[in-house]
């Protein structure tokens, strides 16, 4: 008598699909970020309030953040229903073509976002 195991547990296939139809949507949230960094710059260059400055930057890192998300999903997908259960087909999927593109995007888009944490933000004016 035979015993098989199955092969992904229901809850890595569901969190699979879930994240291809979220990784579909990285294009689409990468050039919303992209285009409030270019209205951000619009108006720092126009010389607005701080304040104004602020909201601008506070919309960048919210658009960086979902495209940030977009792209995790996006490799989470990439790598297979079978890398949610097991470490080391995530580890095999990483070294594929397609797995370090994506690793690499999401990467990319951590660091882009953490450096405007840190140097693109402008704080609170103190009263």
């Not at 229901?10 to 139809?21: I, P, T, Y």
């Not at 104004?52 to 297979?80: H, I, K, Y």
């Not at 990319?108 to 009263?127: D, M, N, Y």
Request: proline share 2%.
């Amino acid at each position: 008598m035979a015993f098989f195991r199955p092969r992904v547990s229901r809850e890595a296939e569901v969190r699979f699909l879930a994240d291809q139809e979220v990784g579909k949507t990285f294009g689409d949230k990468l050039e919303r970020a992209r285009a409030a960094e270019q209205q951000m710059l619009r108006i720092e260059a126009g010389g607005a309030s701080l304040v104004e400055v602020r909201e601008a930057a506070l919309e960048v890192d919210r658009t960086l953040t979902d495209a940030l998300r977009a792209a995790e999903a996006a490799q989470r997908s990439t790598f297979g229903v079978k890398s949610y259960d097991d470490r080391i087909a995530r580890r095999k999927a990483k070294a594929t073509p397609d797995g370090a593109l994506w690793t690499s995007e999401v990467e990319r888009l951590r660091t882009l976002r953490e450096r405007h944490r840190l140097t693109g933000i402008p704080r609170k004016a103190s009263i």
